[in-house]
DNA sequence: AACAGACGCAACCGCCGAACA
DNA sequence: TTGTTCGGCGGTTGCGTCTGT
């Protein structure tokens, strides 16, 4: 059973493109399009080239929406954040750079970025710095952990947008922009410039905003770790979101979304009654701001959110110069790790990137910056 | 000028999940 | 349900170019 054989698996060239296989391979993609199958197009272009060649040849060279030539800075600013959130998610990181390829993003940051970080001193794989951790590794381990975490759910929804704008795609090539404007739905959002809708599904506005209100202050819920998570989380005081009866499944169901939203608002609210909560907080001699653990336990009592008692609780990174707030990272002056301890005996978790803030502030204001780009709630 | 090593990038390889029969 | 193929992805390689000695 299964499919029909594939290729007969005759001599087919290997190596470097020469211009003659371009054109072909332009001529034809042109006036057949490649949708379909990259198995048969060889063959009908007059190729000796696997279909597998074909369209890496195609999406990484011969495309024309294609921008080659040097990486701009915010280019490079953006490889390196959406790399802090996804890792080597290249196909992932590619979807915030449309015109650059993925195997161009990869090369990029293989020559290029993963050397310049590792000479700041960063580690390339973690965006850590490489300072001794043994003295805030339970922080650190927390706060990567959230990180993880919070990238799991960005990939997760990256992943999902792309898949939608695809088959957004697919739609408007069967229907004019004309008609297919009527089938927008609340989240979908028309480009001006292009006709192009983009798809955006109120669920995955309703995550963003859920994503936004909760990893800022939370850790994320044992519930919702990717199964393909590496990290660990020993603790059994992990908010437990899934009590909350937050489900991609509400689409479509409005009571679900406005319970959503309506939780959502509320930790939100929390959060800043926890950061103006000026007798829980205190300053270190770097001028970053502490807040005690036990201030948010007895917030999230006072405030009676369902689904959060004070065992639950975890608190994590709460970053972003853009809110004015900063999460409980001690401040250092210098880089050399020694004194950059942790200070949890006193309750307060200390994460050791106070030297790097910026750069972790500009990865979540990356998320955040999004967020209100897209989100009704940020 | 010649050589070696570093660098940059196109292309290939191998794996995985989805689709298919 | 199962075996096979295909498309897509990330890791790696190979080779041409650049740079320093």
Known sequence: MGRSPCCEKVALKKGPWTPEEDQ????????????GS??????????????????????????????R?????????????????????????????????????KNYWNTHLKKRLTKMGIDPVTHKPKTNALGSAIGQTRDAANLSHMAQWESTRIEAEARLVRESKVLLVTNPPSQ?????????????????????????????????????????????ESPTSTLNFPENNMLAISNLGFNENFVGNNSLQASCFEKSNQIQGLKEKIILDDHEMTTDQGGAIWFQESSFRTSAHENNIEGLSEDDVMLVCESGDGGGHHHQQQSS???????????????????????????????????????ATWSPVF
């Not at 072909?24 to 949708?35: V, W």
């Not at 410039?193 to 995955?204: E, H, N």
Request: charged content about 20%; some cysteine; overall charge positive.
């Open 38 to 67: 990259w198995r048969a197009l060889p063959a009908k272009a007059g190729l000796q080239r696997c279909g597998k060649s074909c369209r890496l040849r195609w999406i990484n060279y011969l495309r024309p929406d294609i921008k």
């Open 180 to 224: 297919y404007h009527h089938q927008l739905s609340g989240g979908q959002i028309p480009n001006k410039a292009t006709g192009f809708v983009a798809s955006r599904p109120q669920c995955l506005e309703v995550l963003k905003a859920w994503q936004g209100a909760v990893s800022g202050m939370f850790g994320i819920a044992r519930d919702l």
């Open 333 to 371: 002056s210098s880089m050399d790790g020694e004194d950059q301890n942790s200070d949890i005996n006193n309750g307060a978790y200390n994460v050791n990137f106070e030297d790097n803030k910026n750069y972790w502030n500009s990865i979540l204001n990356l998320l955040v910056n999004a967020s």
């Open 69 to 105: 030539g040097k990486f701009s800075l915010q280019e490079e600013q953006t490889i390196i954040q959406l790399h802090a959130l996804l890792g080597n998610r290249w196909s992932a990181i590619t979807t915030h750079l449309p015109k650059r390829t993925d195997n161009e993003i």
């Open 24 to 35: 072909k391979l332009l001529a034809y993609i042109e006036q057949h399009g490649h949708i």
